[in-house]
């Protein structure tokens, strides 16, 4: 699965900006397309991926990233997760780019894989920072 990520409206921020991530800081659980999982750990100072299916030590940061109060978005390379045989050759061959709108404990929202096909996304908030 890959994906692409369009950052709808806000302004994309590179890992370090100063946007204030303090009302989605936490541990939040993400389905995507109702069949795939991501562990989305939210810091004030950054965010980190990992795969919610497989249990390995793979890690990926965010290319950019923005939330503007109400909508959260991100963008980033999903093939560290994907296995070495169809992962593509070329860095960034395999981004993903997610919007989110935020209520509380929530994010619903949509996705773009590298491919260009569309995929639903929701994520729950299960642990504060």
């Known amino acids: 699965m890959m994906v692409l990520l369009l950052l709808a409206g806000c302004a994309a921020q590179q890992p370090g900006d100063q946007t204030d991530l303090t009302a989605v800081t936490g541990y939040w659980r993400a389905e995507l397309d109702g069949k795939y999982h991501l562990n989305i750990d939210i810091k004030p100072s ?3 991926i990992t ?8 890690v990926v940061k965010p290319h950019e990233f923005s939330f503007d109060g109400s909508t959260f978005a991100f963008e980033f390379d999903h093939s560290p997760f994907m296995p070495p045989s ?4 070329t860095p ?4 993903f ?3 989110a709108r935020v209520d509380g404990d929530t ?7 590298a491919d260009g096909k569309s995929f639903a996304w929701t994520a729950t908030r299960i642990a504060p920072n």
């Not at 169809?86 to 050759?89: A, D, L, N, S």
């Not at 960034?92 to 981004?95: D, F, S």
Request: aromatic share 0%; glycine share 18%; proline share 7%.
């Open 51 to 58: 795969d919610g299916d497989v249990d390995n030590d793979v």
């Open 46 to 48: 950054e965010i980190l």
């Open 86 to 89: 169809i992962r593509p050759p």
């Open 92 to 95: 960034g061959h395999g981004v």
């Open 107 to 113: 994010m619903t929202g949509a996705g773009t894989c």
């Open 97 to 99: 780019s997610i919007t």
